[in-house]
């Protein structure tokens, strides 16, 4: 029996990259003084790699391999991402990033039908944290018994750890779980730690390829979802 669901935020809550990271990267380039822009195509193609740190990096082995940062190159990257970090949520608290449709009524109903919540996601705490006392309110928080967030594993998606890790603390076995992702790293990360998953697209992931899915569907607002049926259908 299906006793938690388990989301990915990026892509999955919200369509958080196009208006929300892209543009907080791209004020923290600007205000580092350098002269770095993502466009929302470029930006599509720099989304392979997960995780805001890992992406700089990408980016700079591509684009700009001559450039030298000042001092060590890993806090040189940390400290630039802190910048995009605090404009993120900053933009996230001004409420420019919606949830998408359908997903405050399914946490609702998953509340009520006594499920377990929980989130696993590259993404930063603070993030995360920003993104559900803006758009749910502040007790929503509580709704979730474990927020997996960034760094505390280190290798993030497609590694299956983070959800690995959330599974663990929640102290469930894979196949009473489900897991909710957007993208094909989501996908690989959630299917290697043996969760069915259901997938819901948006405009950078729909081309992706969502092979081991039990559902792809364009977005969560379609009511009575078959969930129950889908857990543990290729979970093991
Ligand atoms: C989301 C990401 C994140 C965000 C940036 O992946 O790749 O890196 O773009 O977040 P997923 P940070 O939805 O698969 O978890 O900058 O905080 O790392
Ligand atoms: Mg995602």
């Known amino acids: 029996k299906l006793q938690a669901l388990i989301f990915d935020v990026d892509g999955t809550l919200a369509d958080t990259e196009r208006d929300g990271h892209r543009v ?21 193609e720099l989304l392979a790699v997960t995780g805001g740190k890992e992406r ?10 001559d450039f030298e940062p000042p001092g060590d190159r890993r806090e040189w990257i940390a400290g ?18 919606p949830l998408r449709p359908g997903v405050k ?13 929980a989130i696993a996601t590259t993404t930063t705490p603070a993030n995360v944290t920003a993104l559900l006392q803006t758009a749910l309110g502040a007790d929503s928080l509580d709704w979730f018994e474990v927020i997996a967030a960034g760094d505390i594993v ?6 299956p750890d983070i959800y690995d890790y959330a599974l663990k603390a929640l102290q469930l076995e894979p196949h009473v779980c489900l897991a909710f992702e957007d993208s094909h790293a989501g996908l690989q990360s959630s299917r290697q730690a043996d969760l069915a998953t259901v997938i819901t697209v948006n405009d950078y992931t729909q081309k992706q390829d969502f092979t081991g899915a039990s559902l792809v569907v364009d977005h969560l607002g379609e009511p009575n979802l078959p969930f129950e049926v ?3 259908e290729t979970g093991g």
């Open 230 to 232: 889908l857990a543990g």
């Open 56 to 65: 700089i990096q990408q980016y700079l082995t591509t684009d700009h391999p």
């Open 154 to 159: 280190p290798a993030k998606k497609p590694a």
């Open 80 to 97: 630039l991402h802190k910048a995009k970090t605090a404009h993120y949520t900053q933009l996230i608290e001004e409420n420019v990033v």
């Open 24 to 44: 907080a990267f791209n004020r923290a380039f600007a205000e580092a003084g350098l002269d770095w822009e993502w466009s929302v195509e470029r930006y599509g």
């Open 105 to 117: 009524r399914l946490l609702q109903d998953a509340r009520e039908a006594g499920l377990r919540l």
